[in-house]
């Protein structure tokens, strides 16, 4: 288990930007990793927006693709987020798998931060 650690949630109206940050350990602890961006809101189960992989290659999910993107900067994951619309409400998680393989699927995942809440209002 390694500590992820988000920030950057916020209420905003539709069609606003957010920028969610996921600060991951020492980079030195892992050699070969993926970090994804889940999401889930109430009542709806987790689902994946998007993951880089330490070669720079991401993965975005339908739902987010040309409006979000991710982005690293050794150590730290972004999740750009623009023309925000309210089904995007929900709590956001960060997660990382110690391999370059670049999964959507919530359950591939070791370790999770805590989660930021973001909320869309329209």
């Known amino acids: 288990q390694v500590g992820l650690a988000e920030s950057g949630g916020g209420s905003v109206q539709a069609g606003d930007s957010l920028k969610l940050t996921c600060v991951l350990p020492p980079a030195e602890t892992l050699r070969y990793y993926s970090v994804a961006w889940f999401r889930q809101s109430p009542g709806k189960e987790r689902e994946g927006v998007a993951v880089i992989n330490q070669f720079a290659r991401v993965n975005i999910a339908d739902s987010a693709k040309g409006r979000f993107t991710i982005s690293q900067d050794w150590g730290t994951v972004y999740l750009q987020m623009n023309n925000l619309k309210p089904e995007d409400t929900g709590t956001y998680y960060c997660?990382?798998?110690?391999?370059?393989?670049?999964?959507?699927?919530?359950?591939?995942?070791?370790?999770w931060g805590q989660g930021t809440r973001v909320t869309v209002s329209s």
């Open positions: 997660a990382c798998r110690p391999d370059g393989s670049m999964p959507l699927a919530p359950t591939s995942y070791t370790s």
